[in-house]
């Protein structure tokens, strides 16, 4: 692999509380919504980066692998108030180098954005697919196994409140072609989501995405997801279907997960210890009770840092049960095997 070297990645970034009267600012993590970053006063680029390192046993197999799944780094910063700018690279996606956010976003008025370049779809969540957010080592069926999460165009999002409740909408056109892909094509991409609540506390959300393939298979994506976060526990659920309109199939995905995180006397090397569960069902007939395949996910982090869900030691247990083989799992032998895993997540 040829030697690379870049900086880049992933805004934290404080925004303007859209609670009324005197709430206090709130913190977004959500690490694709570049275009709500707009907010910072200061100039000064922001680096961050993450690692995820692990070892993984496969039970079925009795095969085993050590890998870096992730190793991403990234810059983010402001020309002036209403300009700002996302870089994010992937030095390390088992073994793949891949440029992810290109983007620059620009703030018209109040609670209004506009990002143009390569940015993350506004379809799936950041605690589910990006690596420094998730509560378990592997992705959510719904986060693995339907789409790409980014794409080159256009998004616009527009902030407001509707009686101290914040409200988010967001809508973008795109090539459809997912990542470092500038296809021509007729038939662009369209995706839109409405938000209620914040990332603290109660949140809901619907959202679409048109995606009709330039020759080839025609797709359709509907969802919803609710969550609830705490300061030291959180729940989410999340159904998403996606439509073949080319061939008349469905494929369906659901999970629900939660963590608590349990603050430990202070010690030498751990601060934290979250335990985490997640089930997750995959089908082409889901929504009419058929499960293709379905997940438990047994997780048990012990934090590295003062905050929870922040750098740690991961322990997983994945349990599969299978009914029919979804197409994705014929990638090697160990994909819908269950799973004992070790994995070291560092963020800074």
Known sequence: MRFLSLAAIFFICSIQSLYSGNRDQERINDSLKPISAIACNSRIPKLDASIKTKYEYATKTKMSRFSVRNSRMGISGYISDPVSYRVQVELSSEGKFEVL?????????????????????????????????????????????????????????????????PVELEFGMFNGSSINNPVWTNRPSYVGRLQLGSMNGLRATVKFYENPHQGSDDYKFRGADLRYSAKNYKIEAEFMDRYNVTQNIHRSAFYLQGAYSLYLSKGDIFNNITP?????????????????????????????????????I????EYYLVERPIAEFNKYDEMDSNKFTIELLVIF
């Open 314 to 317: 991961r322990f997983d247990y």
């Open 276 to 312: 985490a569960l997640r089930w997750d069902l995959i089908g082409e007939d889901l929504h009419f009770n058929k499960i293709d395949a379905g997940r438990f996910t047994f997780g048990l982090g012990l934090g590295l840092s003062n905050k929870p869900y922040g750098s740690l």
């Open 101 to 165: 956010d290109l983007n620059g976003t620009i703030k018209l008025f109040k609670g209004f954005c506009v990002t143009l370049g390569q940015t993350g779809l506004p379809i799936f969540n950041s605690y589910i697919i990006t690596p420094s957010q998730m509560l378990f080592a592997n992705r959510a069926f719904v986060g693995k196994y339907f789409t790409g999460t980014r794409d080159i165009g256009v998004m616009a999002s527009y902030k407001t409140s509707f009686k101290s409740i």
